[in-house]
């Protein structure tokens, strides 16, 4: 009840504001004598439009067994894209193996906000025929590439708006007193349009760590968790999620209702005109620099260099970026083509971004091989902190400057803190920048026992834009609590949900970021 009607103060003040601003635009053009100022361009509507719909009352997973106790795959049914990303227009193959051999369903959802309900059912596809399709080898680097068969082929309408689509696949039993089973897909439908919000979907990272199908990842190579010239390709299912929390919601989805879903729940909820990409999508600064703020969500650790240079043009550009993460833009990993010749379908870990120091290094011999190497430039020149070490630990996240303008409305004193927000990775080292101030710091504790300093900055660009930077992967668990979420928890700390001072604190960020 009391969530509820936080959101719809929320609700309220936005709308008050931007009436607010229409009735101070009426009365600047009257009292300007004879000449009248022609009407503002209307805002786009895509989103309250879209989330006017009628949201689904079942698009989670209901049923889903995994492999074996304590396992990541659900070999039952699980199944792939072969795009990250797609346009309207354009076809995305959905790769499925079922085990054993039966019919299946595939219900598509766009998720949302859609009054509270999370989601919208977009189409069904079936009943279609399912096989068990062949695990792939183990190749050069470890790679586990799947080369199945399509199982079904679609062309993304053009009345389907951008957005990170999942597709629910669920067994079709061959008598009523026999079980269904079900795992997700996930792709994004992105957009050319200009928009005031490009919303960056991790997935590199949610790839890096998905070990399907026993335990292939980035971080399994026998020579240790932060190996070089090791890859993962995106031609696989995703398995359950594998770190700090048990979620089988996670189950094909990657890392997208963990870390991400919350906070594109509540730009949503509150009518911001946001649209979404992958990360392959900003390896060219025009993909960015079209939409007025750049947002990069939860865990955004790995990056293509490319990414870097485009991001960092984008700034100069005057485009505003926030960085609501943690530990981001830190492992290099280039993108590669698939087997096939489909660009940007494996990720290689080439080696770390250039903010690390030698000392930070020496400390952290457990994790890197000696065979690593700085291939990056400094990440904390385009984030204004960086990713220290020891990496991980929880805290509160606590307001040291607070008569800098992002505070305004929260009632946040010197010292106030709110509870569990920082972790489970974050950033810190402030980065010498002209103007970048640190608005919040504090400790967080690895392993509940080793203290580790973290700190949120903002600087001024070049355009009277600003880089912001949240410090902390549990960012949007302060924004939203949707449908099919669960809050994480890591290193004996865990963030509280929706806090309407987390929420102020991103509305007066885009409030200045949008004009």
């Known amino acids: 009840m009391e969530k509820n009607k936080s959101q719809q103060r929320a609700s309220l003040a936005r709308r008050d504001f931007l009436k607010a601003g229409a009735v101070a635009a009426l009365a600047s053009a009257v009292g300007g004598g004879d000449a009248v100022a022609a009407p503002a361009a209307p805002k786009p509507t895509i989103i309250p439009k879209e989330n006017s719909r009628a949201g689904a009352l079942d698009w989670q997973l209901t049923r889903v067994k995994l492999d074996k106790a304590a396992g990541f795959r659900a070999s039952n049914i699980e199944g792939y894209c072969s795009k990250q990303s797609v346009l309207a227009g354009e076809t995305l193959d959905i790769f499925v193996s079922t085990n054993p051999a039966a019919k299946f369903t595939?219900?598509?959802?766009?998720?949302?906000?859609?009054?509270?309900?999370?989601?919208?059912?977009?189409?069904?596809?079936?009943?279609?025929?399912?096989?068990?399709?062949?695990?792939?080898e183990i190749g050069p680097k470890r790679l586990r590439e799947c080369k199945w068969e399509p199982s079904v082929s679609i062309k993304i309408p053009a009345d389907w708006p951008s957005g990170v689509y999942l597709g629910r696949l669920t067994t079709i039993p061959e008598a009523t007193d026999k079980p269904y089973w079900q795992n997700y897909v996930v792709f994004i439908v992105r957009d050319t349009r200009k928009a005031d919000i490009l919303f960056?979907?991790?997935?590199?990272?949610?790839?890096?760590?998905?070990?399907?199908?026993?335990?292939?990842?980035?971080?399994?190579?026998?020579?240790?968790?932060?190996?070089?010239?090791?890859?993962?390709?995106?031609?696989?299912?995703?398995?359950?999620?594998?770190?700090?929390?048990?979620?089988?919601?996670?189950?094909g989805s990657g890392e997208w209702l963990c870390f991400e879903f919350p906070a594109a729940y509540w730009l949503e909820q509150q009518g911001y005109d946001v649209t979404y990409c992958s990360n392959s999508d900003c390896l060219d600064a025009?993909?960015?620099?079209?939409?007025?703020?750049?947002?990069?969500?939860?865990?955004?650790?790995?990056?293509?260099?490319?990414?870097?240079?485009?991001?960092?043009?984008?700034?100069?550009?005057?485009?505003?970026?926030?960085?609501?993460?943690?530990?981001?833009?830190?492992?290099?990993?280039?993108?590669?083509?698939?087997?096939?010749?489909?660009?940007?379908?494996?990720?290689?870990?080439?080696?770390?971004?250039?903010?690390?120091?030698?000392?930070?290094?020496?400390?952290?011999?457990?994790?890197?091989?000696?065979?690593?190497?700085?291939?990056?430039?400094?990440?904390?020149?385009?984030?204004?902190?960086?990713?220290?070490?020891?990496?991980?630990?929880?805290?509160?996240?606590?307001?040291?400057?607070?008569?800098?303008?992002?505070f305004a409305g929260t009632g946040m004193k010197k010292g106030d803190s709110i509870p569990g927000l920082v972790g489970w990775e974050h950033h810190g080292a402030p980065a010498k920048i002209p103007g970048n101030e640190v608005v919040a710091e504090g400790l967080v504790w690895a392993g509940g026992t080793t203290p580790a300093h973290w700190t949120a900055t903002i600087y001024p660009g070049p355009k009277k834009n600003f880089v912001f930077n949240a410090a902390t992967i549990f960012w949007?668990?302060?924004?939203?609590?949707?449908?099919?979420?669960?809050?994480?928890?890591?290193?004996?700390?865990?963030?509280?949900?929706?806090?309407e001072r987390v929420q102020r604190i991103t509305s007066n960020l885009l409030k200045r970021a949008l004009g």
């Not at 590199?204 to 993962?232: C, E, F």
């Not at 083509?337 to 494996?346: L, N, V």
């Not at 949007?476 to 806090?499: E, I, K, T, Y």
Request: glycine share 10%; hydrophobic share 35%.
């Open 200 to 251: 960056q979907c991790s997935d590199n990272t949610w790839q890096a760590y998905n070990k399907w199908p026993d335990s292939h990842s980035l971080y399994t190579d026998p020579r240790g968790a932060h190996a070089r010239d090791v890859a993962v390709s995106f031609d696989r299912p995703y398995a359950k999620y594998a770190q700090i929390y048990e979620n089988p919601q996670s189950l």
């Open 106 to 136: 595939l219900e598509i959802f766009r998720t949302g906000y859609y009054g509270g309900r999370g989601a919208r059912l977009m189409t069904v596809l079936g009943p279609l025929a399912g096989k068990k399709q062949p695990d792939p």
């Open 286 to 406: 025009a993909q960015i620099t079209r939409c007025k703020t750049f947002i990069s969500i939860g865990h955004d650790e790995y990056w293509d260099v490319r990414q870097y240079h485009a991001v960092k043009k984008a700034i100069d550009d005057g485009v505003n970026v926030l960085w609501l993460c943690g530990n981001s833009v830190f492992g290099v990993t280039p993108f590669l083509p698939s087997s096939d010749g489909r660009a940007h379908r494996i990720l290689e870990r080439a080696g770390l971004f250039g903010g690390l120091t030698d000392a930070e290094i020496s400390q952290a011999e457990r994790v890197f091989t000696k065979e690593w190497k700085r291939v990056g430039p400094d990440e904390s020149l385009i984030i204004g902190a960086r990713s220290i070490i020891p990496f991980n630990g929880g805290g509160d996240w606590t307001c040291t400057k607070p008569n800098h303008w992002i």
């Open 476 to 499: 949007a668990q302060g924004l939203g609590d949707p449908p099919g979420h669960m809050l994480p928890w890591s290193h004996w700390s865990r963030p509280h949900g929706p806090d």
